[in-house]
């Protein structure tokens, strides 16, 4: 059963920081590119960042260049998203997305800057 759960949302003030992780299961992480989306109230989704998959390679929204992360580790199945300097724009559903042989997609989870 193929799985993608994140982790690490919350309520954040901001300039604050926090890491998102999103946990792969039930296909082979590496042969997939990964994607961390979000979507805030009354906005369509949007892309965040992407990461390739071996990692060698990734992209960013203009919006969070300089401030935000992705990484994976895939000897884990995992893929971080580290976010600095938190602003309350950043304030959305953060979701993954694993683009490869197929796509899937994980439930997200809410982020809140706010002071």
């Known amino acids: 059963q193929v799985q993608l759960v994140e982790s690490g949302g919350g309520l954040v003030q901001p300039g604050g920081s926090l890491r998102l992780s999103c946990v792969a299961s039930g296909f082979t992480f590496s042969r997939f590119a990964m994607r961390w989306y979000r979507q805030a109230p009354g906005k369509e989704r949007a892309l965040v960042a992407a990461?390739?998959?071996?990692?060698?390679?990734?992209n960013y929204a203009d919006s969070v260049k300089g401030r935000f992360t992705i990484s994976r580790d895939n000897a884990k199945s995992t893929v971080y998203l580290q976010m600095n300097t938190l602003k309350p724009e950043d304030t959305a559903l953060y979701s993954c997305?694993?683009?490869?042989?197929?796509?899937?997609w994980g439930q997200g989870t809410h982020v809140t800057v706010s002071s």
């Open positions: 997305k694993a683009v490869g042989p197929g796509i899937y």
């Open positions: 990461i390739s998959s071996g990692g060698g390679s990734t």
